[in-house]
């Protein structure tokens, strides 16, 4: 009953890896069957590259996440860890959403050769994430507000009120 734990995370994964594997083959060949054969009186040497850059586009996000998935195995053969939670976010759900954003871009890219503008989110998000970063990082200016003279006022009198001393009744008898 030991690692219980560990086996069923790389079950997981090795079914999670599997599922996105028949995802991206699913996608690469519905490309090739109704891109090449169907309309294959349009298929340029562009449509080549895009097949070709939609290729890549899930070589290295699917390498990282295998490697992730990976479990650790002790000298003896013992499994140690089961590899990454694979249903985290981070960096994890961004290689995700690089995959699934590639296997958009192919599919729809028959369609239209307008939707490779699509890409164009994964740069823009980097840029977002970037900048929220570099922000972080940036003085942020004094912490002061402007208090105008009212709630000035206000203030004073509940500190005022709340420094005197409380005097409390008691019987006597």
């Known amino acids: 009953?030991?690692?219980?734990?560990?086996?069923?995370?790389?079950?997981?994964?090795?079914r999670h890896m599997a599922r996105l594997r028949q995802v991206i083959i699913a996608c690469n060949v519905i490309y090739i069957l109704i891109r090449m054969?169907?309309?294959h009186s349009s298929f340029t040497w562009k449509h080549w590259v895009g097949l070709v850059v939609t290729s890549l586009a899930y070589v290295f996000p699917y390498q990282q996440l295998a490697k992730m998935?990976?479990?650790?195995?002790?000298?003896n053969g013992e499994l140690l860890d089961g590899g990454f939670d694979m249903s985290t976010g981070g960096m994890?759900?961004?290689?995700?959403?690089?995959?699934?954003?590639?296997?958009f871009v192919q599919v729809a890219s028959i369609i239209s050769g307008k939707f490779w503008y699509t890409?164009?989110?994964?740069?823009?998000?980097?840029?977002?994430?970037?900048?929220?970063?570099?922000?972080?990082?940036?003085?942020q200016g004094s912490?002061?507000?402007?208090?105008?003279?009212k709630s000035r006022k206000k203030r004073e009198?509940?500190?005022k009120k709340a420094s005197r001393t409380k005097f409390v009744r008691t019987r006597t008898r």
């Open 92 to 103: 994890c759900g961004y290689l995700h959403d690089v995959i699934y954003i590639t296997c």
């Open 1 to 14: 009953m030991a690692n219980q734990g560990a086996k069923k995370r790389k079950e997981e994964n090795a």
């Open 143 to 149: 912490e002061e507000s402007y208090e105008d003279e």
């Open 157 to 159: 009198k509940m500190e």
């Open 69 to 75: 998935a990976t479990p650790t195995y002790a000298d």
């Open 119 to 139: 890409y164009l989110v994964i740069p823009a998000y980097g840029a977002y994430q970037s900048f929220g970063l570099i922000k972080s990082f940036l003085p």
């Open 37 to 39: 054969l169907i309309f």
